[in-house]
Nanobody, 126 residues
Framework: QLQLVESGGGLVQPGGSLRLSCAAS????????MGWFRQAPGQAREALSC????????IYADSVKGRFTISRDSAGHTVYLQMNNLMPNDTAVYYC???????????????????WGQGTQVTVVS
């Protein structure tokens, strides 16, 4: 079964950057559409970005467009979320997720994703 492990979270000042990683254990992610989500305390889970299995298509939420970038390594084992110009309201637990969807589309609906990582905390504070 596909297992996802996130890393790269931490404490950063406003305006700073972090790169989150989502590593797949023993599987290639080339057959999965991937998504990044976050959840702040007391708030609903928010979809941030997704990437098709082909890596040719990406979607971003308005809240992160122009600041966050999703990508995948050439080996197809790790997906990244580069986060720039972080702001205090970006503070949340960040999750990656995988959906068995082969092709050139991805989905921003969290109900479509079957495999989830454990989450990594991102805290943006002065």
């Amino acid at each position: 079964q596909l297992q996802l492990v996130e890393s790269g979270g931490g404490l950063v000042q406003p305006g700073g950057s972090l790169r989150l990683s989502c590593a797949a254990s023993g599987y290639t992610l080339r057959y999965y559409a991937m998504g990044w989500f976050r959840q702040a305390p007391g708030q609903a889970r928010e979809a941030l970005s997704c990437m098709s299995s082909s890596a040719q298509s990406t979607i971003y939420a308005d809240s992160v467009k122009g600041r966050f970038t999703i990508s995948r390594d050439s080996a197809g084992h790790t997906v990244y979320l580069q986060m720039n110009n972080l702001m205090p309201n970006d503070t949340a637990v960040y999750y990656c997720a995988a959906q068995m969807l082969h092709g050139n589309t991805c989905d921003m609906g969290d109900r479509e994703y079957v495999y989830w990582g454990q989450g990594t905390q991102v805290t943006v504070v002065s």
